[in-house]
């Protein structure tokens, strides 16, 4: 149950991150052609970073689903069967508890609950706070940035999921596009 919502969450997380490829190309592609006609789109180089961000953590969360994150194995290669798979636990593991940091960072950064404290005033709590997250404006879109930094919290919360699945999956998977 647990591995089929890990690949259909990471099923969901690959198209969005092909749609946002797509858009890349397309919005630097608008970009050529608008500066090429001497009528710039300055906001067209903001979003496609935005759509970069998001695509990248998207496409790394769903790399940990499918166990196709760059690794260095010369290590544990080098094993016996039987230390490969406390190795891939291990790594399992470290890769669920960098999640759940990144959950807790997550937490701390965005800071829901003194935002539930101050009312859902964002003044009130960037008063108790210091903290500009939920006002800070994008320069040329004029979308507040918490809208773009959103994508951590999916981030860490697919990682998470895909980590708790792993743990329950068969010790050692096939590297995908390893070298022979």
């Known amino acids: 149950m647990l591995g089929k919502l890990s690949a259909a969450w990471a099923r969901m ?5 092909a749609v946002l490829a797509v858009a890349v190309t ?3 592609l608008l970009n050529v052609v608008t500066r090429s006609l001497g009528a710039a789109l300055f906001w067209t180089d903001e979003l496609a970073i935005y759509a970069m961000v998001w ?3 998207l496409g790394a969360s769903a ?9 260095v194995t010369i290590l544990t290669d080098a094993l016996p ?7 891939a636990r291990l790594v399992d593991l470290i890769v669920l508890v960098f999640a759940l940091l990144m959950v807790w960072f997550c937490w701390l950064w965005f800071a829901p609950h003194m935002l539930l404290r101050a009312g859902f005033d964002t003044e009130v709590f960037q008063g108790e ?52």
Not at 13 to 17: D, F, I, P, S
Not at 63 to 71: I, L, R
Not at 141 to 150: A, D, M, N, S
């Open 81 to 87: 069967p039987a230390l490969q798979k406390v190795s």
């Open 129 to 180: 706070t210091f903290n500009f997250i939920y006002s800070e404006q994008t320069t040329t879109l004029g979308i507040r940035k918490v809208w773009v930094w959103i994508v951590v919290w999916l981030f860490s919360a697919g990682m998470t999921l895909h980590g708790v699945a792993n743990l329950f999956r068969p010790a050692i998977r096939p590297n995908m596009g390893e070298i022979e």
């Open 26 to 28: 397309g919005l630097i």
């Open 55 to 57: 695509m990248t953590f």
């Open 63 to 71: 790399a940990v689903h499918h166990g196709s994150a760059v690794a």
């Open 13 to 17: 997380e690959l198209v969005a991150a």
